[in-house]
């Protein structure tokens, strides 16, 4: 009979220790909810950071110039062209944006 008593007594124990186990857990994964949150936010802020600028198709004007200068050297003889680069190429981009009517843009709050 003390046999069946010890055993009984070592059943509940081991699901008392797996219910105190569960509770650890469950309070360390509430205690770190804070910093997982900010983590997730981090990198969803990253990813939407490396799409690009917002812009609206309908308001925007983009225009963009881009000029390219090079002054080179070029012979002809028997049907062969040499062609010789006298200074570095050059380009120059220009790009200039406007968004019109900005204030009455809606951008979905």
């Known amino acids: 009979m003390?046999?069946?008593l010890r055993?009984?007594?070592m059943k509940g124990q081991s699901t008392l220790e797996y219910?105190?186990?569960i509770i650890i857990v469950i309070g360390a994964l509430l205690s770190i909810q804070v910093y997982i949150k900010?983590?997730?936010q981090g990198r969803l802020k990253t990813a939407a950071d490396d799409i690009g600028?917002?812009?609206s198709v309908g308001n925007t004007n983009v225009s963009i110039?881009?000029?390219t200068t090079s002054n080179t050297h070029d012979t002809?003889?028997?049907g062969v062209t040499n062609s010789t680069l006298?200074?570095?190429e050059t380009t120059t981009t220009t790009r200039n944006q406007l968004v019109r009517n900005a204030v009455q843009e809606f951008w979905g709050n």
């Open 2 to 4: 003390f046999k069946f």
């Open 7 to 9: 055993k009984r007594k």
């Open 19 to 21: 219910a105190v186990l």
């Open 38 to 40: 900010r983590g997730i």
């Open 53 to 55: 600028d917002q812009y």
């Open 65 to 67: 110039s881009t000029s």
């Open 76 to 78: 002809f003889v028997f």
């Open 86 to 88: 006298l200074a570095p």
